[in-house]
């Protein structure tokens, strides 16, 4: 996940107010099956910067050393199904347009994914669905933000605005395929936080708007959502929540802390409906 600050016109300024919060599954319970498979960014790989920076420099990248949200809600789910394994394709910068072609973070700069792959997050994601059909679920996916970032250097308006309708219409693709290979599944998306709004809180409709199309995307295919936005951002008090959550007061690392993640991992845990279980 990489999103900087930005220029917010006042357009968009009530948005929070319609903020969608779609749960389209939500009346049928399935538990968690034999597998659960996490896909998406820097924020599935469960990346800290500080951290990985000590491991590149020791010259030992560890792939464990980042269990990230995925990592802590696998612990959620093993408390309800023990033998439950996790395979996590996470890939550090990637965005809706790169999980169809390769991971640049292992194909190009050769580091260690949690569960390597060659080619594409969704030829890998599809490969193992139907290698494992009817034995995986939940499925995790947060993936987005990376797409904006171009739009920072752009000096075309409509930039942003035509960038989020390109992550709606990929997340729709996406989504179709996971749910055509995993029909049964439990498929949980992501809608992303704000770690700019300390430093500049204007940043927060941006988040809204791409909130708003992972949202639509998700409820197309009957996909659940993990809402990060409203205990980073809007759970009083502000800004101190936010800066308890990650280095982001002032701004030296867009990913969470630990317990950031542990946040965002109680949030698909909420979503999915496991808490029943218990």
């Not at 491991?55 to 792939?63: K, L, M, T, V, W």
């Not at 790169?98 to 973070?105: E, G, L, P, Q, R």
């Not at 949202?215 to 197309?220: F, S």
Request: hydrophobic letters at 40%; aromatic letters at 10%.
């Amino acid at each position: 996940m990489r999103f900087r600050p930005l220029a917010v016109v006042a357009a968009i300024a009530g948005l929070l107010v319609g903020a969608t919060s779609v749960s389209a599954s939500s009346e049928h319970f399935n538990p968690p099956k034999h597998y659960y498979l996490a896909l998406g960014d820097s924020l599935a790989y469960g990346y800290q910067q500080a951290k990985f920076l000590g491991e590149a420099g020791s010259g030992h990248i560890d792939p464990a050393t980042f269990p990230g949200y995925a990592g802590d809600l696998a612990g959620m789910l093993r408390d309800v199904r023990p033998e439950i394994r996790t395979v996590n394709y996470g890939c550090p910068g990637e965005t809706t347009s790169s999980y169809f072609t390769a991971c640049y973070f292992s194909a190009v700069q050769h580091f260690p994914l949690h569960d390597p792959y060659s080619g594409s997050q969704e030829a890998a994601a599809l490969a193992f669905l139907r290698a494992h059909r009817g034995q995986v679920s939940p499925i995790t996916l947060d993936n987005g933000a990376n797409d904006v970032t171009p739009c920072l250097s752009s000096p075309d308006p409509n930039c942003f605005s035509r960038t989020i309708a390109v992550v709606g219409a990929n997340l729709n693709r996406a989504l179709a395929e996971l749910r055509d290979a995993a029909p049964d599944a439990e498929i949980i998306v992501m809608k992303y936080y704000d770690p700019f709004a300390f430093n500049s809180p204007g940043t927060i409709g941006i988040t809204v708007l791409l909130d708003r199309a992972i949202a639509n995307a998700a409820a197309h295919h009957g996909a659940r959502l993990a809402d990060a936005l409203t205990p980073f951002n809007l759970a009083p008090p502000q800004p101190a929540t936010l800066c308890g959550l990650g280095p982001f007061c002032p701004l030296s690392d867009i990913h969470p802390n630990d317990a950031g993640y542990a946040v965002i991992a109680q949030q698909f845990w909420a979503a999915s409906g496991y808490g029943r279980l218990d």
